[in-house]
């Protein structure tokens, strides 16, 4: 377990388990480190269910009455999809803060040290964070794994060419809490079939009607569509508008929070509905799929600016049951050379070998094929990165020749890895 020492010499601080009654002055602690601005009462509840505190830590001055919290760290208990369908279970890392008043003394270092222990000891094989800053995690063996795309979409300007069957789906109006069990059940049917999506754990479901005023930034309150097939819910669009006019009229903005569809008609109908909807000349969206079949759609792409930001970061926290759980597109049969001074039980050389059927990994006294850190093997893991690219990159170097290429193809994803879900 780490711990740091105050440089005039003051209490030692380290990471312990989260009480329950601590946790209000542990989670303003962390909402001091981001800007300070009290979060809506709704959101301030439903993360205070939300909280697994056996799974939370804090650093605190003293354990006296009234010792002042200076770091927090939490790890929820997830399921996420990897390539092949299986549902891996992952440390989803979040609420990570340190008052600016102890940096530089270790104490982020400290809470890492103690959670990946934990992780480890949880049987968990990965452990997965959205990073405020991005620099921060690689030191911890994080890889940027998933990306998603934005964009402000000129509905005036930008047309879509829709697939047969659109016009066939029927879209409704409804209430968001009247459909919460329907949207969750297509939520939950695409969970098997794109790596990088969590498996939803009950009360997670809330987190979606989250609609404070102070949120909405001028915008409608949270409004919902839904299209359903067969008298089945097959999609939906959770969305607000905002309004606004100018000397030319009307130029609103519909702002997507959510779209998902189990077919391409249900989507494309739902996209459709989302370009027409009156007095509106934008859509703006956020980080959706990279490969979503809107980008094929379009008239044109340039109009609707898009842009790719980094989302969800994965660490490799036992090489080999993390490389045994997902399978490969391609057959691999691979000794790795795996780096990780953070988590020195996954240094060493490893023989992977697996087709789209399943897989191994094995530790091994066998000369090398490929040298990288763990890091490398986290932003490759789910696909979306590939080795290759890594490669080219410098790092990873390729020991046999060939070795490198070959391992890519077989890492590689037909979908692309993506993470809808907010922790």
């Not at 505190?53 to 804090?58: A, F, L, N, T």
């Not at 790719?308 to 490799?316: E, F, G």
């Amino acid at each position: 377990m780490g711990s740091s020492t105050g440089k005039d010499g003051g209490v030692k601080t380290e990471p312990r388990v989260l009480r329950r009654d601590e946790w209000d002055r542990w989670y303003g602690t962390l909402v001091r480190a981001f800007s300070g601005v009290p979060e809506p009462a709704e959101e301030l509840e439903l993360f205070r269910e939300l909280t697994q505190v056996d799974r939370s830590i804090g650093v605190w001055e003293s354990d006296e009455e009234g010792g002042a919290c200076v770091g927090t760290a939490g790890a929820f208990a997830f399921r996420m999809t990897v390539p092949g369908g299986a549902l891996v279970p992952a440390a989803g890392v979040t609420m990570v803060s340190v008052a600016a008043t102890h940096r530089r003394r270790g104490v982020l270092t400290s809470m890492m040290r103690r959670q990946l222990d934990d992780v480890r000891a949880w049987g968990e094989p990965l452990a997965v964070l959205t990073a405020s800053e991005p620099a921060i995690y690689g030191r911890f063996g994080y890889g940027a794994a998933t990306f998603g795309l934005s964009a402000e979409i000129d509905t005036s300007r930008v047309r879509l060419s829709v697939p047969a069957g659109t016009d066939d789906v029927p879209l409704r109006y409804e209430a968001p809490a009247d459909v919460l069990d329907a949207c969750e059940a297509v939520y939950a049917r695409l969970v098997p079939g794109r790596p990088g999506m969590l498996e939803r754990r009950p009360g997670w479901e809330r987190l979606a009607l989250l609609d404070p005023e102070s949120g909405r930034d001028g915008a409608s309150p949270l409004q919902c569509v839904v299209a359903r097939r067969g008298g089945e819910v097959t999609g939906y669009a959770r969305f607000r508008v905002r309004p606004s006019w100018g000397s030319e009229g009307a130029k609103g903005t519909v702002v997507l929070d959510d779209l998902a569809g189990l077919d391409p008609a249900t989507e494309a109908a739902l996209w459709r509905f989302l370009y027409d909807i009156d007095l509106t000349s934008t859509l703006a969206v956020r980080g959706r799929p990279v490969d979503e079949g809107w980008r094929h759609q379009v008239s044109d792409i340039r109009r609707c600016r898009p842009e790719l930001r980094d989302a969800l970061y994965l660490r490799l926290v036992d090489v080999g049951a993390a490389l045994a759980a997902r399978t490969y597109q391609a057959p691999v049969d691979v000794v790795f050379e795996a780096e990780d001074a953070f988590c020195p039980w996954n240094a060493g050389r490893w023989r992977l070998s697996g087709d789209a059927k399943g897989a191994s990994c094995e530790r091994t006294s066998d000369a090398a094929d490929l040298a990288l850190s763990v890091r490398e093997l986290g932003a490759a893991y789910l696909g979306g990165v590939s080795l290759g690219s890594l490669g080219a990159a410098g790092r990873v170097r390729e020991v046999r020749s060939g070795a490198l290429a070959a391992a890519s193809v077989g890492f590689g994803s037909d979908v692309a890895p993506w993470l809808p879900h907010g922790f």
